[in-house]
């Protein structure tokens, strides 16, 4: 992950084929990094200076770090992301990097995967000089030369003292950075491992910490996790590879303007996000009190920024500039793109794209932010319908890192070419998919909450779940994302579902009741939970007469074994008809691969990332498992459980439930 990295020796450049030589005579591959880079680099007779321009990251920087001296451009980024990958730093980083930056300083960026540019590199001491890129090189010549003249000092980067810290007050930083990385990531080891290989070379020196560390890289390139999240790497990267798409060639048209109709939570948040990526946005609202509510919301999520110390007070009038207000389409005649983000009312969003139609430019792309509706009902009134397309984002819109672009049948792929674009310049990883009912990411997830209200009703504990689904890695449990989203948008999605795909709906009227108690979620501060001022989470007694009422509704009986579920069970019933969910949505080719089906579940709904995403962690437990399981609760609680074809088919041969991409576009 390199993209200019030269290393300049006193009149002698170093060849990757001697780098290729030294690989191949060793023995231990784990080994590799400690030979080549300590007695190669560090120990050689010759300076090595490092010239970094673009990025060095990984092993790129870790050569570098070997070097003698290192010289960079201001822009250049500089960082150690191992861990995003479930591994450690196996060219010496965890002990090289202490020493040229201190011990907090390089916790932090080994931790927290964050790279430094390099001005604060130079800062930090991790770079020597800072020079602009058509001086790199001759400055690196001439830096070694003085080093090899004595004119400058030459204390190898692995042998330096000056940064690390007294041995007691190091091992007090390691041990708070222990604690940090327990709490905020319960369910993996390497970033501790990471933290037992720096101590390792604090403790009993560098040498002893490059073996530990050269052990643990072999160790965790074989775990579970490493896998799971090489699966989630590659998975992203492939988002924006779209057969029948991508492939034919089209350049992405210039989107000079969009408009915006809905300045409520999602219309603004997408709004910030085009104005944060220098797109002049148009707002449009039904009258004045709601628009300049709408622009009140974008301003506060930049000021947000601005607090943070993530924007200047300059930049963030600049960019605030970029956003115009409207309340009606007359200003819409030369906008590019218009995306709607109102309430999901299928008769309003029909009349809104009627009248887009009317207003807007021939090329005007007419996009959608529906979490639910299908597309090609919210376009049935108009002759638009090649330019008619999903853009679902995911609240806060300019925080979370999804867009589901979805396409009909009659979608040009000039328009799928330009949201990719679109999505790519607003730092969005972008999922295409088709179109039907809750696209991809809701569909498959709709059996996530109604899982939960089927265990609640038959006896589990509401809050024992919560806990349960947390542990495994979800960012909150299904309760709480409930009161999150809101009674009313629950109400409105879970419909949609329940008339779609009435034979495996789990009809429930628990929701409906507490909403007609006034309980609606966080924002009234009572529904599944209760909310202090600082709108902090609590238990609420309250919540069993509703689950009562709500199971004498649907003649559901406590069962006494759902009532004593174990944690491992829990996640099973919650997240297994998830996965027979995504199966369809995969058969039918609403998701061209499944590795689609993962990146959707990690950025849009909060899978964790470590476990691979929806499709790798089933893979992992078998179909044939996954499958029995369904079947035994389909036999007890009915055909909310039952198992679709493609799993029952999967199941049957013993086979992974990621189909070949072929398999899926032969359905498109």
Same mark, same amino acid.
Request: glycine residues 8%; proline residues 5%.
């Given at each position: 992950?390199l993209s200019?990295?030269q290393?300049?020796?006193?009149?002698?450049?170093?060849?990757? &084929?001697?780098?290729?030589?030294?690989?191949?005579e060793?023995?231990?591959?784990?080994y590799?990094s400690?030979d080549?880079?300590?007695?190669?680099?560090e120990?050689?007779?010759?300076?090595?200076?490092?010239?970094?321009?673009?990025?060095?990251?990984?092993?790129?920087?870790?050569?570098?770090?070997?070097?003698?001296?290192?010289?960079?451009?201001?822009?250049?980024?500089l960082?150690?992301?191992? /861990?995003?990958?479930?591994?450690?730093?196996g060219?010496?980083?965890?002990?090289?990097?202490?020493?040229?930056?201190g011990l907090?300083?390089?916790?932090?960026?080994?931790?927290?995967?964050?790279?430094?540019?390099?001005?604060?590199?130079h800062?930090?001491?991790?770079?020597?000089?800072?020079? !602009?890129?058509?001086e /790199?090189?001759n400055?690196?010549r001439?830096?070694?030369?003085?080093?090899?003249?004595?004119r400058?000092?030459?204390?190898p980067s692995?042998?330096?003292?000056?940064?690390?810290?007294p041995?007691?007050?190091?091992?007090?930083?390691?041990?708070?950075?222990?604690?940090?990385a327990r709490k905020?990531?319960?369910?993996l080891r390497?970033?501790?491992?990471?933290?037992?290989?720096?101590?390792?070379?604090?403790?009993?020196?560098?040498?002893?910490?490059?073996?530990?560390?050269?052990?643990?890289?072999?160790?965790?390139?074989?775990?579970?996790?490493c896998? !799971?999240?090489?699966?989630i790497?590659f998975?992203q990267?492939?988002?924006?590879?779209?057969?029948?798409?991508?492939d034919?060639?089209?350049?992405?048209?210039?989107?000079?303007?969009?408009a915006?109709?809905?300045?409520g939570?999602?219309?603004?948040?997408?709004?910030?996000?085009l104005? /944060?990526?220098?797109?002049p946005?148009?707002?449009k609202?039904?009258n004045?009190?709601?628009?300049?509510?709408?622009?009140?919301?974008?301003?506060?999520?930049?000021q947000s920024r +601005?607090?943070?110390?993530?924007?200047?007070?300059?930049?963030?009038?600049?960019?605030? !500039?970029?956003?115009?207000?409207?309340?009606?389409?007359e200003?819409?005649?030369?906008?590019?793109?218009?995306?709607?983000?109102v309430?999901?009312?299928?008769s309003?969003k029909?009349?809104?794209?009627?009248?887009?139609?009317?207003?807007?430019?021939?090329?005007?792309?007419?996009?959608?932010?529906?979490s639910?509706i299908?597309l090609d009902l919210?376009?049935?009134k108009?002759?638009s319908?090649?330019?008619?397309?999903?853009?679902?984002?995911?609240?806060?819109?300019?925080v979370?890192?999804?867009?589901e672009?979805v396409?009909?049948?009659?979608?040009?792929?000039q328009?799928?070419v330009?949201?990719?674009?679109?999505?790519k310049?607003?730092?969005?990883t972008?999922?295409?998919? *088709?179109?039907?009912?809750?696209?991809?990411v809701?569909?498959?997830?709709f059996?996530?909450?109604?899982?939960?209200?089927?265990l @609640?009703?038959?006896g589990t504990? @509401?809050y024992k779940?919560?806990?349960?689904?947390?542990?495994?890695?979800?960012p909150?449990?299904?309760?709480?994302?409930?009161?999150?989203?809101?009674?009313?948008?629950?109400?409105a999605?879970?419909?949609q579902?329940?008339?779609?795909?009435?034979?495996?709906s789990?009809k429930?009227?628990?929701?409906?009741i507490?909403?007609?108690?006034?309980?609606?979620?966080? &924002?009234?501060?009572?529904?599944?939970? +209760?909310?202090?001022?600082?709108?902090?989470?609590?238990?609420?007694?309250?919540?069993?007469?509703?689950?009562?009422?709500?199971?004498?509704?649907?003649?559901a009986?406590v069962d006494?074994?759902?009532?004593?579920?174990?944690?491992?069970?829990?996640?099973?019933?919650?997240f297994?008809?998830?996965v027979n969910e995504a199966?369809?949505?995969?058969?039918?080719?609403?998701?061209?691969?499944?590795?689609?089906?993962?990146?959707?579940?990690?950025? *849009?709904?909060?899978f964790?990332?470590y476990?691979?995403?929806?499709?790798?962690?089933?893979? !992992?437990l *078998?179909?044939?498992?996954?499958?029995?399981?369904?079947e035994?609760?389909?036999?007890?609680? *009915?055909?909310f459980?039952?198992?679709?074809?493609?799993?029952?088919?999967r199941?049957?041969?013993?086979?992974?439930?990621?189909?070949?991409?072929?398999?899926?576009?032969?359905?498109?």
């Amino acid at each position: 992950m390199l993209s200019s990295l030269q290393f300049a020796f006193c009149l002698l450049f170093f060849s990757s &084929t001697l780098i290729l030589h030294f690989a191949v005579e060793q023995p231990k591959p784990g080994y590799i990094s400690i030979d080549i880079i300590s007695n190669t680099l560090e120990g050689g007779k010759k300076p090595a200076v490092a010239a970094i321009d673009g990025l060095a990251l990984g092993g790129g920087l870790e050569i570098a770090m070997a070097c003698i001296a290192r010289v960079s451009t201001s822009t250049a980024q500089l960082g150690l992301p191992e /861990l995003q990958l479930g591994i450690i730093p196996g060219f010496g980083g965890t002990q090289r990097l202490p020493r040229l930056v201190g011990l907090t300083k390089a916790l932090e960026m080994m931790l927290m995967s964050k790279p430094v540019k390099g001005q604060e590199a130079h800062a930090l001491g991790l770079v020597d000089v800072i020079v !602009s890129p058509n001086e /790199l090189v001759n400055t690196a010549r001439r830096l070694a030369l003085d080093i090899v003249e004595r004119r400058r000092p030459w204390v190898p980067s692995l042998y330096r003292t000056d940064k690390i810290e007294p041995l007691g007050e190091a091992k007090e930083i390691l041990n708070f950075a222990r604690a940090q990385a327990r709490k905020q990531a319960p369910n993996l080891r390497h970033p501790q491992v990471c933290i037992d290989a720096i101590e390792e070379g604090i403790v009993s020196g560098p040498v002893a910490g490059l073996l530990k560390e050269a052990e643990s890289f072999q160790t965790l390139l074989h775990d579970d996790t490493c896998k !799971s999240l090489l699966n989630i790497f590659f998975a992203q990267r492939a988002t924006s590879k779209v057969p029948g798409i991508t492939d034919r060639k089209l350049t992405p048209r210039k989107i000079k303007k969009v408009a915006i109709l809905g300045g409520g939570l999602m219309g603004s948040g997408i709004a910030t996000a085009l104005i /944060l990526s220098n797109y002049p946005v148009l707002l449009k609202e039904v009258n004045e009190s709601f628009l300049q509510s709408g622009i009140g919301r974008v301003k506060a999520n930049l000021q947000s920024r +601005v607090k943070k110390g993530k924007m200047t007070q300059e930049k963030f009038e600049k960019t605030f !500039s970029l956003l115009k207000g409207s309340l009606s389409y007359e200003s819409f005649k030369d906008v590019d793109m218009v995306i709607e983000a109102v309430i999901e009312n299928v008769s309003l969003k029909q009349q809104i794209f009627a009248d887009l139609e009317k207003h807007c430019p021939p090329h005007c792309i007419l996009a959608s932010n529906t979490s639910t509706i299908d597309l090609d009902l919210i376009g049935e009134k108009t002759r638009s319908q090649d330019r008619i397309v999903g853009a679902h984002f995911f609240s806060p819109a300019h925080v979370m890192p999804l867009l589901e672009i979805v396409r009909t049948k009659k979608t040009s792929p000039q328009v799928i070419v330009d949201l990719l674009d679109i999505g790519k310049n607003i730092k969005k990883t972008p999922v295409v998919v *088709g179109n039907c009912t809750g696209f991809a990411v809701n569909r498959m997830f709709f059996p996530y909450s109604q899982a939960a209200i089927l265990l @609640v009703e038959h006896g589990t504990d @509401v809050y024992k779940i919560d806990r349960a689904v947390s542990k495994f890695g979800m960012p909150m449990g299904p309760f709480r994302m409930i009161d999150l989203v809101g009674f009313g948008v629950a109400i409105a999605t879970g419909t949609q579902f329940v008339l779609n795909f009435p034979e495996r709906s789990y009809k429930s009227m628990l929701i409906p009741i507490m909403q007609e108690d006034k309980r609606s979620g966080e &924002t009234t501060r009572k529904g599944f939970y +209760v909310y202090d001022n600082k709108r902090k989470a609590n238990p609420d007694p309250e919540i069993a007469k509703y689950i009562e009422k709500a199971r004498s509704m649907s003649d559901a009986k406590v069962d006494p074994k759902l009532t004593k579920l174990s944690d491992k069970d829990i996640i099973e019933m919650i997240f297994f008809p998830v996965v027979n969910e995504a199966c369809r949505v995969l058969h039918e080719g609403i998701a061209v691969k499944a590795s689609d089906l993962d990146i959707a579940a990690v950025m *849009g709904m909060g899978f964790p990332p470590y476990r691979g995403g929806i499709m790798f962690w089933a893979d !992992s437990l *078998g179909s044939k498992y996954i499958c029995s399981r369904l079947e035994e609760w389909t036999k007890m609680y *009915g055909d909310f459980f039952k198992p679709s074809a493609y799993l029952a088919e999967r199941a049957a041969k013993g086979a992974k439930l990621s189909a070949p991409m072929d398999q899926a576009m032969s359905r498109l």
